[in-house]
């Protein structure tokens, strides 16, 4: 991708001129000039984006312009990386000898030499370009402004009556376990018909025990079980440690008990279904099993004493209203539009993914451009229909601005059906540098922005929303998918490395000369063992589901292998002991490692890229030695240990660059209590999200007039915090706390407030009820105890979401004016609980209510509030306000 190439090149040189210059001291000048020297085709890129396809020379000359800046960013990167490898030594001079510093200077001064060549003479044949760039600009004039987002509904165009059969499909029947198959071609809508069955009141009612996973072709057994037994019971260490095989045996056990639906989404073949139907019982309670595949000798295989449901494609009429919605928002056309509109629908021949495609254009570029988008669907009249949903697929992907077009083909990255998570990906994307900064944006608000954008453009599905509208995870439909794959070969944007097999395996790959990342989703071990080299790769993400313990001679073989890499998730991969080679990488802005190891090393220090660390480690306390507050770069700090984090050195307060070494850290999570100071949140100022794990009570204690926590309260941008009371390996009740900080101790802008093994009294709940800004509050397993609680008065008038784990409350007296605004209540393993405050049915706001494994007192009380609303709205005559109650076990 020549745009996203270019942005992070140029971003590169200027990064580095300005914090890092004395790395390239001698070639500082000649930078400079290659950096104006590239800024030249940034423009011309940007506006070359969507005539690409169309014009051969265009195609040519982009490509010129990638490889040009891929050399550029070798050559530079490369010595870059050497340079800061023997600075770092303690004999400078003899380290530079060894180096062989003058010559290396006097290569890397030619090359550069020679790129700047190749650079001024693309530009002067860009003349060529520039003709095919201004054809048909007159058509360019759709509308710019930012639209508002379209919001998927549950109810599909043309599904309705396909969704009922279905459902009766499912309710009816034989007292015996059947399989119900949804058939059909990429794209007709078989997951959407799905997930609306899923979602349906009926089969909610039906089937309070379900479950929804996705197979594809290349699944996991292990993680396939691991999913499903998630939505029916929490996941413990040992369920993680049983193979495939105790797994079934489990996910059976549990099963056995009761009625239960599985939607097994996107089954390929008849191994796969004979891999995974050893863990469904047969026990005779009407359980059903919803099949979806593209293969209908698959469904027959399932069931061949049912016959599967083929899906039907849309009418003409149905095509027309799905496309006003897609591209309008509502069936409510402009007349003089209607003529291109029904020409566009009936050409997409009833495929649903083809029109919500194509409607996403048109909703992205304005009504000027439905004449110019109908005449593109006319090429593609005489095409069969895969073909044309491909040449859909490219027509959408030509139309996003330059911006997007690499985020999007990052996708095919992520293994098929993969459920991505929002936070992973936002952050893979600034690493990757497809995101730049505009003023008075972070880059994660302006990658979230991305996304929405490819969501609105029908490109990108939601997967789960976060409790505050946020999008949580995210997907694409395989049809994209593949495009994606097929896109960035064409681009050599990354390499897939899938059923590796050592012995065919060649070291001097030439493959591995031209790709820049490499995604590995299967045999991660045998990869590591073969000793791969690539010299110019910047990105290595493995997604293989094996979980690989590195041999001692293979810590060092990635950072030794791919010394130039931006991206390292080695999640799946863990190292025994820290990769002291990891050290040298300095390049490096994205790592996630696992491991065992209690230190991270004060040599880590010299990653002085690094935006985002992830560390999961078997230990339950991590020491950071790495002096942090020099990592200028530093943006998101996650482990799952309780972290030590260094004081700043005085040597870092007294530096001359003082105030570049403030601000840019945005997540800590999770650091001990120790580390809460005064000198460390001065340090971290514009703090967003906050994990404590360890002993909180040493958060409380008061030293000469003050405690911890009262640098807590100076956290002016803090949103997000969580307190994890652990005195492992004492019981949590030796670690209670006595009381709470007063509520202006609390950080002002605090939104998100998470509390664990507290064992806090229900009256300090008076505190938390004056954060006047709250809006989500979850109360995991014995964040409170008692068996009162009464809240005051004037309390909670933000809080939204309220999440109650684990305790011993047996009474809870409150009305709708302790929770005015309350909109989703969780009680989760209340086994005192009588009952629910009756006044919650007169939270005019509340839509969701779901009690897990509580009393079934505090069930039927529950009922009584949704029986009680339903009455309000039919004596009121107001619209359904969509509440729902879901309990579990549904026999309570």
């Keep these: 991708m020549a745009d996203a190439a270019v942005e992070f090149l140029l971003e590169n040189l200027k990064q580095l001129l300005l914090y890092n210059a004395s790395l390239i001291l001698d070639i500082k000048g000649q930078v400079e000039f ?17 005539k690409r396809s169309k014009h051969e020379t265009l195609k040519e000359l982009v490509k010129q312009i990638r490889d040009v800046v891929y050399e ?46 190749k650079v001024k003479d693309i530009y002067e044949n860009k003349k060529f370009g520039f003709e095919a760039l201004h054809v048909g600009d007159g058509a360019d004039k759709g509308t710019k402004e930012k639209k508002p987002p379209i919001v998927e509904e549950d109810n599909v165009v043309g599904f309705e009556d396909e969704a009922e059969k279905v459902i009766n499909l499912l309710t009816g029947g034989s007292e015996e376990l059947e399989v119900i198959s949804i058939v059909g071609m990429p ?25 929804w996973v996705y197979i594809s072709q290349e699944y996991s057994r292990k993680e396939v079980f691991l999913h499903i037994l998630s939505n029916f019971t929490q996941l413990n260490d040992s369920m993680y440690k049983m193979n495939d095989e105790n797994l079934a045996k489990e996910l059976c056990r549990i099963l ?59 009418t003409p009429d149905e095509s027309w209203r799905l496309l006003q919605r897609k591209a309008l928002g509502a069936e409510n056309c402009p007349e003089d539009l209607v003529k291109d509109g029904k020409h566009i629908a009936n050409e997409c021949r009833g495929l649903p993914l083809a029109i919500v495609v194509i409607g996403g254009i048109l909703l992205e570029k304005g009504t000027d451009w439905w004449e110019q988008v109908a005449k593109s669907v006319d090429a593609y009249i005489a095409m069969d229909q895969e073909k044309r949903m491909d040449n859909f697929i490219a027509l959408s992907y030509n139309h996003l601005p330059y911006h997007l077009k690499a985020c999007f083909i990052y ?38 922005e991305y996304l929405e954008d490819l969501v609105n453009r029908n490109l990108v599905m939601v997967g789960q929303y976060r409790s505050n509208g946020k999008i949580k995870t995210c997907r694409i439909h395989d049809m994209l998918h593949e495009f994606c794959k097929k896109e960035a070969a064409e681009e050599n944007f990354f390499q897939e490395i899938k059923y590796f097999d050592q012995r065919t395996y060649v070291s001097s790959n030439p493959a591995l000369e031209r790709y820049r990342r490499l995604c590995i989703h299967s045999r991660v071990s045998n990869y590591i063992s073969a000793k791969p080299v690539g010299p110019r790769v910047r990105s290595f ?29 080695a999640k799946s991969i863990t190292f025994p002991r820290f990769p002291t080679d990891l050290t040298q990488l300095v390049h490096l802005r994205y790592i996630v490692l696992s491991s065992n190891f209690k230190v991270l090393p004060a040599a880590f220090s010299s990653l002085w890229n690094i935006q985002t660390l992830v560390i999961v480690t078997s230990s339950r306390t991590l020491e950071i030695k790495a002096d942090i507050w020099k990592m200028i770069q530093l943006r998101h700090l996650k482990t799952n240990a309780s972290t030590a984090l260094p004081g700043p050195l005085s040597k870092s307060r007294k530096s001359k660059d003082d105030s570049l070494m403030i601000g840019s850290l945005q997540t800590l999570s999770t650091i001990s209590p120790e580390s809460c100071t005064e000198d460390v949140f001065a340090r971290a100022p514009n703090l967003k999200v906050l994990g404590i794990r360890g002993q909180l009570a040493k958060l409380l204690e008061n030293k000469s007039g003050s405690m911890l926590f009262d640098s807590l309260g100076k956290l002016s941008h803090l949103e997000n915090l969580k307190l994890l009371n652990d005195v492992f390996p004492r019981p949590p009740s030796e670690g209670k706390l006595t009381s709470l900080p007063q509520r202006y101790k609390f950080p002002p802008k605090l ?6 093994d507290t064992l806090l009294d229900w009256k300090d709940m008076s505190t938390l009820g004056m954060l006047e800004n709250l809006e989500i509050l979850k109360l995991k397993d014995n964040a409170f105890t008692g068996e009162w609680w009464q809240p005051e008065d004037g309390g909670f008038r933000a809080l939204r979401i309220l999440h109650i784990g684990r305790s011993d409350l047996v009474s809870w007296n409150a009305s709708a004016r302790h929770f005015p605004r309350l909109k989703h209540l969780f009680i989760k393993h209340c086994s005192s609980l009588e009952a629910l405050p009756s006044g919650f049915a007169d939270i005019a706001s509340l839509q969701l209510v779901e009690l897990y494994c509580t009393t079934r007192s505090a069930a039927a009380s529950a009922r009584k509030i949704q029986e009680k609303k339903k009455q309000m709205q039919v004596e009121q005559s107001t619209r359904s306000t969509g509440f729902k109650l879901s309990i579990y076990p549904p026999d309570q």
């Design 256 to 314: 056995e008990k009761g009625k239960y639906l599985i939607v097994m989404d996107d089954v390929w073949s008849e191994e796969a279904w004979n891999d995974l139907k050893v863990a469904f019982p047969k026990n005779n309670k009407r359980s059903r099993i919803l099949i979806t595949s593209r293969i209908k000798r698959v469904a027959r295989h399932a069931n061949p004493s049912r016959e599967p449901h083929n899906l039907r494609f849309l």
């Design 34 to 50: 290659l950096y104006n020297d590239l800024s030249l085709f940034k423009a011309f890129l940007k506006d070359s984006t969507e």
């Design 187 to 211: 794209g007709l809508g078989k997951t959407t018909l799905a997930k609306m069955i899923y979602r349906d009141p009926k089969i909610e009612y039906e089937f309070y025990s379900r479950a």
């Design 541 to 569: 993400l493995c997604f293989s589901n094996e979980e690989t313990i590195l041999q001692a001679e293979h810590i060092s073989s990635i950072p030794g292998a791919f010394k130039l890499l931006r991206v390292l998730d």
């Design 751 to 756: 939104k998100k407030l998470t509390l664990s």
């Design 72 to 117: 550029a960013e070798d050559a530079i990167d490369t010595f870059v990386a050497h340079a800061a490898v023997h600075k770092a030594r303690k004999h400078i001079e003899k380290a530079f000898h060894i180096f062989d510093y003058p010559a290396k200077l006097r290569s890397v001064a030619r090359d550069i030499e020679q790129i700047r060549a």
């Design 411 to 448: 996708f095919g990255m992520f293994p098929e059906d993969c459920e991505i998570l929002v936070w992973k990906l936002v952050r893979l994307w600034i690493a990757e540098g497809f995101i730049q900064q505009k003023e008075g944006m972070s880059l994660e608000v302006i990658g979230e």
